[in-house]
C-alpha cells in the first residue's frame, strides 16, 4: 500500500478545527473546485439523512468529476473511527466504492497552545494490481495540490 501525508499548523483552537471537519460543509468547503464534487446523500449512523455531525458509521456517497474530465465517478466513504480527548482528535474515513482499490483516510488534530496542528495521512492502493502498484507513486502528483488546497484553505477560513 502507498501512503500520502501532510501536516500544517492553523492558527486556530482544536475545538474549531474539530468542529469544521466534523461537518459535511467542511469537506465541501475543503474540496477544490476542480474536483468539480457534488453531494449525494449523507446518512447519519442510524441512518437519518443530513446528520450535522459525522459520527462514527456516517456514510457520505459523493461524485467527482476531476478537472471536468470523462464520467462523474461515484465515490462512498464511511466513517470507520471518530476520537476527542483532551488536546487531541482524529476521524477517519474508508471508502466503500469509488475509484481506488483502497482508500484510509486519518485525519488527526492537536493542539498546540491556540494553535491546532493538522494531520492528514492516506493510506492507498489504485486499482488493476501489479500495475497499480507501479502507478501509486504518480498518484502522489495529484494528491499534493489537493491536499495543500486543504491545507492552505482551512487556514483561509479558520485563522
Do not use: C, K
Request: no cysteine; hydrophobic share 35%.
Amino acid at each position: 500500500m502507498a501512503v500520502y501525508q501532510r501536516r500544517t499548523r492553523v492558527a486556530a483552537p482544536l475545538d474549531e478545527v474539530w468542529d469544521f471537519h466534523s461537518r459535511v460543509r467542511g469537506l465541501e468547503a475543503l474540496t477544490p473546485g476542480w474536483m468539480n464534487l457534488r453531494i449525494e446523500d449523507v446518512r447519519g449512523p442510524n441512518g437519518d439523512p443530513d446528520p450535522e455531525i459525522l459520527e462514527t458509521g456516517s456514510r457520505i456517497d459523493a461524485s467527482l468529476r476531476p478537472l471536468g474530465v470523462g464520467p462523474r465517478q461515484r465515490w462512498t466513504s464511511v466513517i470507520t473511527e471518530r476520537e476527542r480527548d483532551d488536546g487531541t482528535a482524529y476521524f477517519r474515513d474508508e471508502m466503500e466504492g469509488g475509484p481506488f482499490r483502497r482508500w484510509e483516510h486519518t485525519h488527526r488534530f492537536f493542539a498546540d497552545g491556540s494553535e491546532t496542528v493538522v494531520d492528514d495521512r492516506v493510506v492507498y492502493a489504485l486499482p488493476f494490481g501489479s500495475v497499480g502498484e507501479v502507478a501509486a507513486t504518480l498518484a502522489r502528483v495529484g494528491f499534493e495540490p489537493m491536499f495543500r488546497y486543504r491545507h492552505r484553505r482551512t487556514r483561509e477560513l479558520l485563522e
